[in-house]
Structure formats: structure tokens, C-alpha cells
């Protein structure tokens, strides 16, 4: 039984978080303690506390036990830009391992750690490195969120493809509606039901108010989970 899963989507505003948080949910229905990691977010207000990230807050305010803002979001950047010019405006480079030893201080204290990406799967963070590379280093089954709008299948038919040559198992995926009037609907979740090789853990229509709740209401995690 694995105690942690990398979320990532198939391109920016795909839903990872809402998903993330729907999943911390189910989990924590389950009875079991969860935390939420975000390695890496880009977007953020400055406040009294320091830079904060509103995706990383919602996962802090979900997670069954608070903790430090800096172990669930211990790279964060204030321009909305891709992570790796933020951190090169900066001079800084993300360190790996300092992401892993982020995940399992928290790993200690939960049954399971949901691992928030940010962008898609090759999104770069720097010297030749992506987010493929980081869920590698911590070694975790991938979980797809596939934002469901024109273009999605083949998204997510490359997304999946890239996550299974990185070596890392595809452990499900989810589809969101993000376009409330994408044409053909149903038909294409059937073809990525089809086509993606892993189970199909919920599709989420879109919801005026995508709470935690109202999210894990449309997710089915097989007891592997």
C-alpha cells in the first residue's frame, strides 16, 4: 500500500487542485489522516506571514493536521509565470531534495500525502529538470487530471504516454469539466475510457461551487487507495 500519489494534470487550469481536494476528502471519509503537498507554486500575494499561494492554502486548510505553510509549499513565487523563469528572476534553484524532505516529514504523521503538481507532467523547473522529474525522485503513482475541453484526448493520450516512459505506474484518472458547454461530452469520456490504460476514478461535471465535498461525491477510489 502506497501512502502518497502525484497529482498532475494535463495542462494549466486542467482543476489539479480542485480534484487534489476532492481526493483528500474521500480519503478522509475513509477515516484515514491526509495531508496535501504543493512543491512548487507560482501566483502568490504577499501578506504579514510571507508570499502565500491560495491553491497551497486549500490544501493546508484540508489536510487532517495543520502544519507549517513552508512543508506543503515550500517553493513559492509571486509572479504567475512558469516556476523556473520565477525562480531565475530570483536566482534561486528549486532543490529537489528539499521537496523530499518536505514529503516525508509529512508522510510521518499521515496515511497518505496527495503531491499537487503545478502546470502539466513537463512542465520545467529548471536546470534540464520538469515535474516528470520531481515525481520520480519521490517515486509516487500519478494520478491524471484531464480537463475536459476540445482537445483533451489527445492531451491526455500524450500525457499518459510520457508518465508511463518515466517509469512511474499511472494509477488512475480523473476527467473535470472545465468547458461547461464542451460538444460531445460523453462521448469523449468514453474514448478516454478506451483508450487511457488505467481505471477512471470520477468525472466531475462542472460545479458552480466545486467544494471538497461536492468534488468527492464524483470521485470511486478502488481500496488500493
Partial sequence: MVNGYFITGTDTDSGKTVITLGLMQRLQSRGLQVAGL????AGAE???AGLRNGDAQQLLAQASRPVAYDLVNPYCFAPPIAPHLAAQRLGQSIDFAEINRCY????????RVLVEGAGGWR????AGRTMADLAVTLNLPVILVVGL?????????LSAESIRASGLPLAGWVGNQVDPAMAE??????????WLEAPCL???PHLASPTPLATADHLQLPDLF
Fill in 149 to 157: 475541453r476540445l482537445g483533451c484526448i489527445n492531451h491526455a493520450l
Fill in 104 to 111: 516525508g516529514q509529512l508522510a510521518v504523521a499521515a496515511d
Fill in 123 to 126: 512542465v520545467p523547473l529548471g
Fill in 38 to 41: 504543493k512543491p512548487v507554486a
Fill in 202 to 204: 470520477g468525472v466531475i
Fill in 185 to 194: 461530452l460523453d462521448a469523449n469520456v468514453a474514448t478516454l475510457r478506451s
Fill in 46 to 48: 504577499q501578506t504579514d
